[in-house]
Nanobody
Framework: QVQLEESGGGLVQAGGSLRVSCVVS????????LGWLRQAPEKEREFVAA????????TYADSVKDRFTISKDNARYTVYLQMNDLKPEDTAVYYCAAKRRGASNFDYRGQGTQVTVSS
């Protein structure tokens, strides 16, 4: 079982920046891919970014590429999502998620943290 706890959401003006964090409870994480998903009101949940804990390889959704950066702190078992140049359409609940390397879907998800971007 993997438990994930997000923090760092909030309200920011368009063009601003915000960083959300996710602490991973399980210490055996080398086989995991950690990611961020988001869900806006009345929209389906979508992939934002992911990082392979072992290799550090990163992937991003096209909509956030060049604006968002996913990173990790091995010592703190924490994954970050640095969001720059935020737009109103980035408003959503952001979920930290985890899956085993090679799996199709993220099997584990946190409670989510709200990010609101005002225009």
């Amino acid at each position: 079982q993997v438990q994930l706890e997000e923090s760092g959401g909030g309200l920011v003006q368009a063009g601003g920046s915000l960083r959300v964090s996710c602490v991973v409870s399980r210490r055996t994480v080398s086989y995991l891919v950690l990611g961020w998903l988001r869900q806006a009101p009345e929209k389906e949940r979508e992939f934002v970014a992911a990082i392979d804990w072992s290799s550090g390889s990163r992937t991003y959704a096209d909509s956030v590429k060049d604006r968002f950066t996913i990173s990790k702190d091995n010592a703190r078992y924490t994954v970050y999502l640095q969001m720059n140049d935020l737009k109103p359409e980035d408003t959503a609940v952001y979920y930290c998620a985890a899956k085993r390397r090679g799996a199709s879907n993220f099997d584990y998800r946190g409670q989510g943290t709200q990010v609101t971007v005002s225009s």
